[in-house]
């Protein structure tokens, strides 16, 4: 969008002002997250630019915060949990998802749009809501406090995203594909492995990503159903940021806004990648 | 779908047979309509059985969950199971004057057999919300009459042990609470209780807390929303109008926050904006201000509504951009072709195609922020509170959870109300994930 010949002086110096406001829009999204990186590197248990840091002193970074993280006792068993919750509710997710994004994408689905509704709404419905739910649930059946009690509400909080990401996938998708594999004999076991797969595959990788990342930073289900033993690395971070901030806590977040750098291109990619197998002009 | 296209092919010569008239018919004889419904239903059937064990898996872990929330809101069973017998007798009194000798026998014997349980304490506790002072008023009964054994009158007795046993307001909240069900919660989750003759009532002045507060929540989450569309708009704008080159770029800006750890953006806005945060540091280092006269910008109304509206406006910007995307430029470009300045233009052709986009993303934006909990709780201290944070307190602390349950269920019906209109203007089918 470059200026248009016919603009006039009024029009140009608002294209200016106009692209230097959304400039520090953008400042302000992304900002604030990159703004923690250098501060993870304090020498001084402050949660600001110290002297020595702002004149580039050697002296005034140090890696303490991540030595302490790593060898903290309570924070490695945290992450543990973290890992072993966020990938059983992610499997779980991604499998019951995608097969109900199969029905769902068939037109021949009734109340499709009242059952799409239904899947999604533990995305819409107040996580404090779902949690409270949970704890009284599972407190009555004897899930909670439990590791199965906690990676079944993640499944649940992780499914909309699966089901949304996979049914856009499916849009689009060429029916006749499956026809064709059925008519040169392939059952529909090998139809599914070897036609369906390989296309959704993109949109499911990108609906468990979504899932592993709610998990992995969910707060209140797990502050209401977990026991001590299973606290995770958002509970940590939670009561450390409730109770004593220490830089530690930037040390952890540096890490995470890597490890959401990481999911971020990976979705891209694999985005890109969808479209381009099914034939939709890349973007 | 091979049986249905087996199924739907007509087999000509069998048609042919019986004259003009006849029906078509399938490969197996059948007529092709009842062919054709039947592979209709397998189709639908398989559909339905795809979708059947992820709606089984919800209806167990967040269906029942709610659904057991919702019963909480209103269940009132203490007096019923740990005062049975007198649950039982006291349906008998019309409620005019003291109950008769037979309703007090009956306290006396739940009481005695709840001293030896040791279970009074939950009924005690529950009575106390209804009236206050009937904690000690049972625990204190019970343990005086726990050596009693069949005096001439256990009113007598009773009204001996504690005065409030000769007070009838006492006997209609028990009448009332041995129903089963209360409305009570309710009642207290909008700032009203039932006075002593059982007539609903508002709190006093005083104690009015939750409708405020829930006021409050939606007014912060307006302002949330009406800030997110302020600032989600141009950046929107601008990523539709640019080439897919730079704007797939730019947009991966909008995604990043989206997937970073919600814990670590609440952080990172406690390090700017606390009083010796980067902010802060930074205004009084050009000095802008004094070095005593630091801002507050954290732990009220102005971390809770900054680190929000950063939170969620991705939620904002990316159903903008998909709607202005499907805007064709040249209907600009028609308007001012004839005539119309930029802003006209704007105003009059372009603003009006977006709305469906800002309606869509307001609407969610603001159903994701009355329900927040983790943000207002860290960087919200008093006055930035939600009406989140007192499900949680009621939840945690206080164990009143009857209580925390019904603020919670009003929540969820202004939730479930928004979410519906949500549907009905642009279907959950069109949320998109980036």
Known sequence: MAVPAYATPFERAWYYIFRILCGLIFCFLVGPLFVIIPLSFNAEPYFSFTQKMLTLDPEGFSLRWYQDFFTSEAWLHSIKNSIIIAIASTILATILGTIAALGLSSRFMPYRSVVMAVLISPMIVPVIISGAGMFFFFSDIGLAQTYLGVILAHTALGIPFVVITVTATLTGFDQSLIRAAASMGANPTTTFFKVILPLVLPGVISGALFAFATSFDEVVVVLFISGPAQSTMPIQMWSGIRESISPTILAVATILVLLSVAMLMTVELLRRRSERIRGISPS | MSDSMHGSHANPSNAGDNGVKAPLVAADGRPLKVSLRRALFKNKLRAILLVAPLMLFLLVAFILPIFSMLTRSVE???????????????????????????????????????????????????????????????????????????????????????????????????????????????????????????????????????????????????????????????????????????????????????????????????????????????????????????????????????????????????????????????????????????????????????????????????????????????????????????????????????????????????????????????????????
């Not at chain 2, 014997?109 to 030896?116: F, K, P, S, T």
């Not at chain 2, 009459?145 to 069949?150: A, E, F, K, L, R």
């Not at chain 2, 802060?280 to 006269?293: E, F, K, S, T, W």
């Not at chain 2, 900054?306 to 939170?311: D, F, G, K, L, S």
């Open chain 2, 76 to 434: 009132s069973n203490e007096v019923r199971t740990i005062l049975p017998t007198t649950a039982l007798a006291i349906q008998a009194w019309e409620g005019d004057g003291l109950p008769d000798e037979q309703v007090f026998a009956a306290l006396a014997y739940d009481l005695q057999e709840g001293q030896r349980n040791r279970n009074l304490g939950r009924v005690a506790s529950r009575l106390n919300y209804e009236f206050s002072g009937m904690r000690s008023t049972i625990t204190g009964t019970a343990r005086r009459i726990s050596n009693i054994d069949s005096p001439d009158s256990w009113k007598e007795t009773l009204m001996e042990a504690h005065r409030n046993w000769g007070n009838p307001d006492v006997w209609t909240v028990i009448k009332r609470e041995s129903r089963g069900y209360t409305l009570s919660y309710y009642l207290a989750a909008l700032d009203m209780r039932f006075d002593t003759d059982g007539s609903i009532v508002r709190q006093p002045e005083s104690r009015r807390v939750y409708v405020d507060l829930m006021i409050k929540t939606l007014w912060m989450s307006i302002l949330i929303t009406f800030l997110c569309f302020l600032l989600g708009y141009p950046v929107a704008f601008l990523l539709a109008s640019l080439p897919m080159r730079t704007s797939s770029l730019l947009m991966m800006l909008v995604l990043l926050p989206f997937w970073t750890s919600l814990l670590v953006r609440t952080t990172t806005w406690i390090a700017i904006l606390q009083s010796q945060g980067i902010l802060n540091n930074m205004l009084v280092a050009l000095g802008i201000i004094d070095d005593q006269a630091r801002l507050r910008m954290i732990y009220n109304e102005i971390g809770t509504i900054v680190a929000m509206t950063h939170i969620l406006l991705p939620f904002m910007i990316l159903p903008l951009y998909s709607v202005m995307k499907s805007i064709s430029p040249s209907y600009m470009r028609a308007a001012r072709s004839m005539g119309a300045t930029g802003f006209t233009a704007f105003r009059r052709v372009y603003f009006p195609q977006t709305v469906p986009g800002i309606g869509a993303g307001a609407i969610l934006v603001f159903i994701l922020a009355i329900g927040y909990y983790i943000t207002p709780a860290l960087v919200g201290g008093e006055s930035g509170r939600f009406i989140t944070n007192f499900i949680a307190y009621h939840m945690q602390v206080s164990l009143n959870w009857g209580l925390a349950a019904a603020i919670a269920s009003i929540l969820l019906g202004l939730v479930i109300t928004l979410y519906l209109i949500y549907n009905k203007l642009v279907g959950s089918d069109s949320l998109k994930l980036g």
